[in-house]
């Protein structure tokens, strides 16, 4: 039975193709083999957050008159709706945590050398995809914290030179945070970044496998793993284990809700950015107000933005990347921003 449905398919589908790619997949083991698991760990938190957003979207009304009503109504009436909405909050948090772990590994194993300078570079955009569903997702709710730390962010588009205003605009819908912002960060949570994270996820996963999985140039490999069953299952029993970390993060520390956004009220005081953007909340915060003949937001956004761009052309400035010899230089500049990025964090959330 189970191989007359199997060559049914494989006339049509191709199956044995496949398979034999799978077959063939290995996975080089050394001391660092354990680094490899997270790309597979952020693919799997994606998955949960497309599963719980769908089933959110079941509920949630994207509209200024009834987003934090319809949030209320799936945690507090819906059939496990508190757990849904607990999942896909904590879910989006340990995604970017892992995406982070995931990036900072692979710099530090250097394996965006050649030939997997697309891998790295699709790699940063689907960082700043992850970033962009976090920033739009926020505002959601509605509600009070979310409303007044999306106006702050939105401030911070406001810096970039020339077209600061209009990006401002933009992405608010107008000068002010009104229901037409909360349309736009909709459309784009559910539309333009599913389908931008598809397309370049498509392009990374077609990457890793074409190359295979790089071996860092400083480790001596001890041989290798075949992907199935025995690295996909040991990707398995950790998906098994973040679903449970997931779960009782969900039950033992939901998300307060808090009040309802009132354009009207004054800010509360404390409003903090989540803690992803902190590091640059708090660079702008202690900046002084010019310096020289800049605006030291301006100055600060566009140090940002320089360090964007450095970040994706990482593959092309380590000039040591196509022989693959160590390049000390670089490694003790990423630990430096490393420590700066956390140092910054730190203090932003204690401050
Ligand atoms: C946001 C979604 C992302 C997903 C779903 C994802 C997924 C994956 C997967 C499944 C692998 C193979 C297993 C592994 O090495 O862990 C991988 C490898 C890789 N990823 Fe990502 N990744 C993402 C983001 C990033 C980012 C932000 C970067 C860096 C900027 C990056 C750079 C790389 C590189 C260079 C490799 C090849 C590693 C090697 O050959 O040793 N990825 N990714």
Request: no cysteine; charged share 15%.
């Amino acid at each position: 039975m189970k191989n007359t449905i199997y060559t049914w398919l494989d006339e049509r589908l191709h199956l044995h193709k496949v398979k034999s790619v799978v077959d063939k997949k290995e996975v080089p083991v050394h001391k660092h083999t354990i680094w490899y698991y997270l790309g597979g760990m952020t693919l799997f938190l994606f998955i949960v957050q497309f599963v719980t957003g769908i089933l959110l979207l079941f509920y949630y009304r994207a509209s200024a008159e009834e987003a934090f009503e319809s949030v209320q109504y799936i945690m507090n009436e819906v059939y496990f709706g508190w757990l849904i909405h607990n999942i896909h909050s904590w879910g989006s948090n340990l995604l970017i945590a892992v995406v982070v772990l995931h990036m900072v590994s692979v710099f530090f194993m250097r394996a965006y050398r050649k030939p997997r300078e697309i891998t790295w570079i699709s790699g940063v955009i689907l960082l700043f995809i992850a970033l962009g569903f976090g920033f739009t997702g926020y505002l959601l709710p509605w509600n009070e914290l979310a409303y007044f730390a999306t106006a702050v962010g939105t401030e911070m588009a406001g810096s970039v030179p020339i077209i600061g205003q209009w990006l401002l605009e933009f992405l608010r819908g107008g000068p002010d945070i009104t229901g037409a912002t909360l349309n736009r960060f909709f459309a784009i949570h559910v539309w333009v970044l599913p389908a931008s994270f598809l397309l370049f996820v498509v392009l990374h996963l077609h990457q890793v496998q074409l190359h295979g999985m790089s071996i860092p140039p400083s480790v001596e490999s001890k041989g290798s793993l075949k992907f199935y069953p025995d690295f996909l299952l040991r990707d398995a029993a950790g998906w098994l284990i973040a679903i449970g970390v997931l779960a009782a993060l969900a039950a033992l520390f939901p998300w307060e809700l808090g009040e309802k956004a009132d354009p009207l009220a004054p800010a509360p005081p404390g409003i903090k950015p989540e803690w992803y953007f902190m590091f640059m909340f708090q660079v702008l915060k202690i900046l002084p107000a010019t310096i020289g003949p800049i605006a030291g937001d301006v100055l600060g956004v566009v140090v940002f933005g320089i360090g964007a761009l450095l970040l994706i052309m990482i593959p092309f400035i380590d000039k040591k990347a196509g022989v693959g010899a160590p390049n000390p230089t670089l490694k003790w500049i990423g630990i430096i921003v490393v420590i700066f990025i956390i140092a910054m964090t730190i203090w932003g959330e204690l401050d």
